[in-house]
């Protein structure tokens, strides 16, 4: 099922950016064929904006710094995303937002957009009661998990052509963890990877996006203004 919200109200978007939802999963090449289509249209003036809430058929892909050694056990198909990053895992249970934004209308700022993009995921994580932070050298989300030591709950990973974006975030919702175990999330070996359901909550994705839609606003906001300098994403 697709959804478009061309309205703007606190729980949607600005009604020049589409807002798509899909609830069956997107095969990962369908969609990242997409997106790239959409991202060259965008920049030509030609289409909307986009953010698109989404999941894949479980997926590796493997961004522009990942490392062979890093892929312990291709169970999965492997996929090239072109985005910044190693290699990550997409599957059932894991909550994906594209956001495809046009920079030159806004601050033009990189590492202000990353910034922002976490922030939005931390402040919906929060309306979950799970706190969730940045860690300086560490790409993600993180949060602590059941054994007290930090764990990622939710992964980043942009490109940014023309100044538009695309990619976006990943949220652990309810994915078989154990299919993190084929790869070096990130490429960080010591750290662990966790979800809301491991936190003890269920949490749907009807409701994950809901929540992630009341701070539409704010994101966007954040997006006007550069990232202070001594902020790192």
Same mark, same amino acid.
């Given at each position: 099922?697709?959804?478009? /919200?061309? *309205? ?32 060259? +249209?965008?920049?030509?003036?030609? $289409?909307?904006?986009?953010?698109w ?6 997926? #590796?892909? +493997?961004?522009?710094?990942? %490392?062979?050694?890093?892929? =312990? ?8 995303a *072109?985005?910044?990053?190693? #290699? ?24 202000? /957009? ?11 994580? $929060? ?10 050298g ?18 980043? *990973? ?5 100044w ?15 299919? /993190? ?5 990130? *490429? ?17 994705? %009807?409701?994950?996006?809901?929540? =992630?839609? %009341?701070h +539409?606003?704010? /994101? ?14």
């Amino acid at each position: 099922m697709t959804s478009l /919200f061309p *309205g703007h109200s606190p729980g949607s978007l600005p009604g020049d950016i589409e807002l798509r939802i899909d609830r069956a999963p997107v095969p990962y090449r369908q969609a990242l064929d997409e997106m790239t289509g959409r991202n060259a +249209a965008i920049a030509e003036g030609t $289409a909307r904006e986009l953010v698109w809430l989404l999941e894949h058929p479980p997926v #590796y892909t +493997a961004g522009t710094s990942a %490392a062979a050694p890093e892929l =312990l056990d291709p169970r999965f198909e492997v996929v090239k995303a *072109g985005r910044g990053g190693r #290699y990550t895992y997409h599957g059932p249970g894991q909550r994906i937002g594209y956001v495809l934004l046009d920079l030159k209308s806004r601050a033009r700022d990189a590492r202000g /957009f990353v910034h922002a993009l976490e922030g939005w995921v931390i402040a919906t994580l $929060a309306d979950f009661g799970v706190e969730s932070f940045r860690r300086d050298g560490r790409i993600g989300i993180w949060t602590t998990d059941i054994d007290g030591r930090e764990a990622k709950i939710g992964a980043i *990973g942009v490109r940014i052509r023309r100044w538009v974006t695309m990619h976006g975030f990943a949220v652990n919702l309810s994915p078989d963890l154990s299919h /993190f175990t084929g790869i070096v999330p990130c *490429g960080i070996a010591e750290y662990g990877v966790t979800s809301l359901q491991r936190l003890g909550m269920t949490v749907d994705q %009807a409701a994950w996006d809901r929540a =992630l839609l %009341a701070h +539409a606003g704010a /994101f966007l906001a954040a997006l006007d203004k550069p990232c202070p300098p001594e902020v790192v994403p």
